[in-house]
C-alpha cells in the first residue's frame, strides 16, 4: 500500500536534521519525482475508461503523465508519436482515416476542450471563497493576435480574470479564438472555464475544469486512428507536490524513500559518490518490492498482418 507522509515524516526528519514540515514536505516531493522517472512501478499506473462519445480527439485526466497503452471500444492498438505526422509513411495531419488501430499523441494543452470558435471566457468558482483567486488566460485573438492586457500602464501578455459566482454570458470584453495557456492560484475547490461564442446561435461550453493545485493546468490530448464510443487506457500518474501529512507517496518502500532523501542530501553537499551509492540501494529496495509483488507473465508476440506478408493465424500459433 502507499505510504502516508505523517508515517514516515519523523524518520526523514531525523535523516535531514532540525527542520520544519515544509522542508520536509519538499525532500519528500524530490525523492518521490527521482524515483518515479527510473520505472513504471506498479503504485504510479493506473487504468480508465473516458467515453469519446464518437469523437477521434481524446483529452485524458488531470492525473496522466503518460499514456502506455490503449485500446479503441476494446480493440488493441499501437502507439505513434507526434513525430509520426511527418514520417513519408504516416497518417500526416489529414483528416482521412488510417485502415490501422491505433492512436497519436498530439501533446499538452491548457484546456479538455478547442475553442469551437471566436468566443468570450468566464470563469466560474464553486466555492466563494475562490472568488479572489487569480486567473490569467493566453492565447490568440479574432485577428490572429497575442491577447494583451494593460496593468499598472504596462502590456502584460494574456487577461486577469476574476472568478464570479455563476457563467453569465458577458457581452463586451476580449474575444478569443484560440487558448494557448492557462495560469491560476491556488484555490479551496474548482475552477470551472466557460466560452460563450460570438456568433449568438452557438450554446456556452466548458472548456477547462481546474482543481484547486492545479496551477498551470496541462491536459495530455490524444487522436484516434477511428471515431470510438469509448477507450480504455493504461497510463502513468503524475507525480505530485507534498503538502501534508496526510498526503500519501505513490510508493511501496519506505526504506526506498529514506535511502533518496539521504542520497538527495548527499547531493546538496556535493558528495555524488557517496549519493549515487544510497540512490542505487533506493532503486533495488523498489525493484524488489515490485518483483515480490508482480505474478510470473511473459510478453507475447504482436504480429501487424496488414501488409498481407504473415498469415492471421500466425498471431495464435
Known sequence: ???????????????LGACDDVAIYERLTEAVEVL???????????????????????????????????????RPTFARDRWASYHLNGRGDTTNQDVTWA?????????????????????????????????????????????????????????LYL?????VNPVTGQIFKRITSVQKGESDGYLTLWAFPTDGISAVYAVGRYEPFD?????????????????????????????????????HSRMAVRLMCKALKKYDEDNFDDGLKYEQKAIQFLVEEQISRSPPASPSLQINTLNAVVDPSDRID
Open 1 to 15: 500500500m502507499s505510504i502516508r507522509v505523517g508515517d514516515i515524516k519523523a524518520s526523514i526528519q531525523t535523516l
Open 36 to 74: 518515479a522517472n527510473k520505472s513504471n512501478f506498479d503504485p504510479l499506473l493506473g487504468t480508465v475508461d473516458l467515453v469519446t462519445t464518437a469523437s477521434r480527439y481524446v483529452t485524458l485526466p488531470n492525473d496522466v503523465e503518460t499514456p502506455l497503452a490503449l485500446n479503441i471500444g476494446g
Open 103 to 159: 492512436y497519436d499523441d498530439k501533446g499538452d494543452h491548457p484546456t479538455f476542450r478547442d475553442l469551437d470558435g471566436p468566443a468570450r471566457l468566464v470563469v466560474q468558482y464553486d466555492l466563494i471563497a475562490d472568488a479572489t483567486v487569480s486567473f490569467r488566460v493566453n492565447g490568440i485573438d479574432q485577428n490572429d493576435e497575442k491577447v494583451y492586457s494593460i496593468v499598472t500602464g504596462n502590456p502584460q501578455e494574456g487577461l
Open 163 to 167: 472568478p464570479t459566482a455563476s457563467a
Open 215 to 251: 496551477l498551470v493546468p496541462k491536459y495530455r490530448r490524444l487522436i484516434l486512428s477511428r471515431s470510438a464510443d469509448w477507450v480504455r487506457l493504461e497510463y502513468r500518474k503524475k507525480t505530485f507536490k507534498v503538502r501534508s501529512d496526510e498526503d500519501l507517496l505513490p510508493l
